[in-house]
C-alpha cells in the first residue's frame, strides 16, 4: 500500500479511538447534565465521574495524534481546515479547556454553589464540544472547505445543513456510547437500579441516533450528493450496512440487558459510519484535492510513520493497561465496599 494510503489508514485508527473514547467521555458529560437535580442525580453523576475519571485527558491524546498527522500527512488540508474552520475549531477547544477545567475543579470544590457552577460548566462542555466537532466533520464532507488559505466562508462552512446534523449526530452518538458503556459499569458493581436507569437511557438515545442518521442521509442527497451516492450504492455501502446492522442488533440486546454484547455492537454502530464517511469520500479530501495531491512527500511521510510505529510500542500498551487496572480497580474495590458493610 502507497505511503499516502497508510498515513490516512493510521489517522482514521486514531480519529476512530478518539471517538469511541472520548465520545463516550463526553457522552457521560451529557448524562451528567440530564441527571436531575443534586440529590436525585448524585448517584448517576458519581458513577460518571467514577468512570471516566482517570481517562478523560488521556482521550484527548487520540486528538492530538490525529491533528499531528493530519498536519505533517496533508499540510495543505490541514491549513484549509484550521482557517476556513477555526470559529467551530476554536469554540470546541474552548470547550474541551473549559470541560477539564470544570471537572477538576468540581471534584476539588466543597461549597454547593461550586460544586453546582463546576457541574454545569462541565456538563454543557460536554454538549457543545463534540457539536462543534461535528459541525467540522460536516463541513468537510459537504465540500464546504475549498483549498487555500481561509477561502472558505467562515459561517456557512460550518453553519449548513450537513454540518448541523453532524453536530448533533455527534452529540447523540456521544450520549448513546456513553449509556452502553454505563450499563456494564453499573451492573459490575452492583448497582442494578442505575444499570436499569442507563439501559433506557441507551435504548432512547439509539432511537434518536436511528432517527438523526436517517435524517443525515436525506441532507446528504440534497446537499452532497456524491457522499450519498458512495454511501448507498458505492464502496462504502457495506460500512452502512455495518453501522444499520449493529445499530439495529444494539437494541434487542438493551432490552435482553446483555450490556457486555452491546458496547461491541453499538462501537461497531459507530464505527461503521464513521468509516463508511472516510471510505465514500476518498480519494477526494477537499474539493479537487486528491490524496496523493495534498499528501506530503515520500521521505516527510516515511519518517512520520516510522516514528509513530516507535511511539506506538510505549503509547498503545500503557493506554490497555490504564484502561484494564482501572476496570479491575473499579470492581475490586466495590466488591470491598460490600464486604466492609
Known sequence: MPLPEIMLAVLWIGLTAYVLFAGADFGGGVWDLLAGGAATGRRSRELVEHSIGPVWEANHVWLIFVLVLMWTGVPSVFAAVASTLYIPLTLAALGIIA????????????????????????????VVTPFFLGTVAGAIAS??????????????????????????????????????????????????DLAEEFRRRALVAGLVVGVLSAAGLLVLHADAPRLFAELTSGRALPFLVLSVVAGVASLPLLWLRRYLAVRITGALAVVGLLWGWGVGQYPVLLPGVTLREAAATGTVLAASLGALAVGAVLLVPSLWWLYAT????????????????
Open 143 to 192: 465540500g464546504r472547505v475549498p483549498p487555500g488559505i481561509a477561502k472558505g466562508d467562515l459561517v456557512t462552512s460550518w453553519a449548513n445543513p450537513t454540518s448541523l446534523v453532524a453536530g448533533a449526530l455527534a452529540v447523540g452518538t456521544a450520549a448513546y456510547l456513553a449509556a452502553c458503556y454505563l450499563t456494564r459499569d453499573a451492573e459490575r458493581t452492583g448497582q442494578k
Open 326 to 341: 482501572f476496570q479491575r480497580g473499579h470492581t475490586a474495590g466495590k466488591d470491598r465496599e460490600q464486604a466492609g458493610s
Open 99 to 126: 470541560r477539564g477545567a470544570a471537572f477538576a475543579f468540581r471534584k476539588a470544590s466543597t461549597e454547593l454553589w461550586q460544586q453546582r457552577l463546576f457541574g454545569a460548566t462541565f456538563a454543557f462542555s460536554s
